[in-house]
């Protein structure tokens, strides 16, 4: 009796699969978490060497803890009916805690380090505790078991670094967050219980997919927050109102690449997939790489509005280049994993960037900035020509073919 209240959680196989107005809602509190987190990469661009690489870093790795958080939630509401009070009580919960993140992310390396590190563990650790006591006898109750067993292992660097000495604070947390991102991707393994691997996980294909391109038009309209913000507060010129115009427009050609076949397919992909959870890890980690590049992308947009025709900036290049680079690898890797293949046109464009890197370096920053849109553009008339008379193509994944098996494809 107690098993079949804690499978009342479970989404039921009529469940639409979609989206919901709650997940939305808790995505505005990753809004203001990705602002902040380009805020840090802004704060870097005056740096070189060493401090320039050590802050990278240390930014990376505050959105990556972000990143979790975010992750863990999708495939919490992937598995579990969003409609019952208790997983919508555990939603908004996360909810405040990104939030809390969030407005301490500027500082977190700093004095606010104590509560970035209270609101990450109280979601690590407390949420999957309340999960399962909610699930009662459910065998299900042991994966969240496993997610905070894992969690306790981790805390204590987690409130090491944040009380500790400022200079260990990166090495500690680096190390924290490196075991949590094993467990994840071994399963949260724990002796005489095993383990449950996230992609042998029974969920729904299509609400995974509807939340992975929710968080990338979320950081698409990050970068739209940035280029308004930043041209509005700057003094108005002709040079400034040009960069304004060629960035909005590199924004809008990420979202016409994105979409274009492989992202517009991602919900088919996962709804055919046997066993979609193994297609929706893929995505998972590829749709990381595709927000880090649109995050650093609109960092250079900032700096290009704001100094569009200034002296030679080679370290700029890391942002104004560096996030299409990275966008468009990230797309390759999507595209692979809907349709087994890869474009000449991500190729081509992938090298049109890189080759003329050196010469940029050279020139203004305005120059970097236009040459990615034109570069950018030509990927998209390619995509254009390629499609023209076609049908759109039916996605044929090779991730996520095999049968559903082992012990843990019932978690």
């Known amino acids: 009796m107690a098993a079949g209240r804690g499978a ?61 958080i975010w992750s863990h939630t999708t495939w919490i509401t992937s598995r579990y009916e969003p409609e019952r009070s208790i997983i919508q009580a555990v939603v908004v919960g996360t909810m405040f805690a990104g939030l809390v993140m969030a407005v301490t992310l500027p500082r977190a390396m ?39 067993a894992w969690a306790a292992a981790s805390a204590p660097l987690w409130l090491a670094g944040a009380l500790g000495p400022d200079r260990l604070r990166l090495p500690l947390w680096a190390a924290a967050l490196a075991v949590d991102y094993l467990a994840w991707a071994l399963g949260w393994p724990l002796p005489w219980v095993g383990a449950s ?24 309209g990050e970068s739209i927050l940035v280029i308004g913000t930043v041209f509005s507060g700057t003094d108005y010129s002709a040079e400034r109102a040009v960069a304004f115009g060629v960035a909005f427009t590199t924004s809008a050609l990420l979202w016409r690449i994105y979409f274009h076949r492989a992202g517009l397919l991602l919900t088919e992909a996962l709804g055919r997939a046997r066993m979609p959870g193994r297609l929706g890890t893929a995505s998972e980690r590829t749709h990381l790489l595709i927000v880090l590049s649109v995050l650093v992308t609109s960092v250079g947009y900032e700096l290009v509005i704001d100094h569009p025709y200034g002296p030679p900036r ?19 890797r999507l595209e692979y994993e ?39 553009a ?14 759109l193509e039916v996605s044929a994944s090779p991730i996520g073919r095999e049968a559903p098996g082992g012990r843990d494809s019932e978690a």
């Open 110 to 148: 700093e004095e606010r380090a104590l509560p970035f590190a209270a609101a990450y563990l109280m979601v690590m650790l407390v949420r999957p505790l309340v999960v399962a006591a909610a699930l009662r006898r459910h065998p299900r109750r042991l994966v969240p078991f496993r997610l905070a």
């Open 314 to 332: 080679p370290r700029w290049l890391l942002f104004v280049v560096g996030g299409p680079v990275l966008f468009l690898v990230a797309r390759m």
């Open 197 to 220: 691997a996230v992609r042998n996980w029974r969920i729904a294909g299509t609400h995974l997919a509807d939340r992975h391109q929710q968080i990338f038009l979320i950081a698409l």
């Open 378 to 391: 030509l990927v998209v008339l390619l995509d254009a020509l390629r499609s023209r008379g076609r049908p």
């Open 8 to 68: 009342e959680l479970l989404r039921p196989p009529t469940s639409s699969g979609r989206a919901t107005f709650l997940e939305l809602f808790f995505d505005l509190a990753f809004v203001v978490a990705l602002t902040r987190v380009s805020q840090r990469f802004i704060d870097l661009t005056d740096d070189t060497g060493w401090a320039l690489v050590a802050g990278f870093g240390r930014t990376l790795l505050l959105f990556l803890a972000l990143w979790l």
């Open 338 to 376: 809907v349709f087994g293949r890869v474009s000449r046109s991500r190729v081509i464009g992938l090298a049109a960037l890189l080759l003329p890197t050196a010469a940029l370096a050279r020139w203004a920053p305005m120059v970097g900035l236009s040459v990615v849109a034109v570069v950018l």
